[in-house]
């Protein structure tokens, strides 16, 4: 299994980023996907989950309204669009799957939200 997240960057508050997350090695449309996030100092935290085919998602309550987790299983691709963000978004996010009971984690991508 592999997860590889791409997207992060430094943006402005109120500005958009868009991360990727190209897993591999598994029969992707058959497994729910999260994303997390880890600021400095502070615990890993859930940000997004959405089901196998796509049809449920939940979130955090922080990101509730600003961001969207989405997938394309025919490209074996998890997304979370995030909207206004704010420096309180600032973190190193990580792609997350959970296959035959084996959790997997992505190598993160850093997002830095800052004027």
């Known amino acids: 299994v592999q997860l590889v997240e791409s997207g992060g960057g430094l943006v402005q508050p109120g500005g958009s980023l868009r991360l990727s997350c190209a897993a591999s090695g598994f029969t992707f449309n058959s497994y729910s996907m999260r994303w997390y996030r880890q600021a400095p100092g502070k615990e890993r935290e859930l940000v997004a989950s959405?089901?196998?085919?796509?049809?449920?998602?939940n979130y955090a309550d922080s990101v509730k309204g600003r961001f969207t987790i989405s997938r394309d299983n025919a490209k074996s691709t998890v997304y979370l669009q995030m909207n206004s963000l704010t420096p309180e978004d600032t973190a190193v996010y990580y792609c997350?799957?959970?296959?035959?009971?084996?959790?997997?984690w992505g190598q993160g991508t850093q997002v830095t939200v800052s004027s």
């Open positions: 959405i089901s196998s085919a796509g049809s449920s998602t």
């Open positions: 997350n799957a959970v296959v035959r009971l084996s959790v997997y």
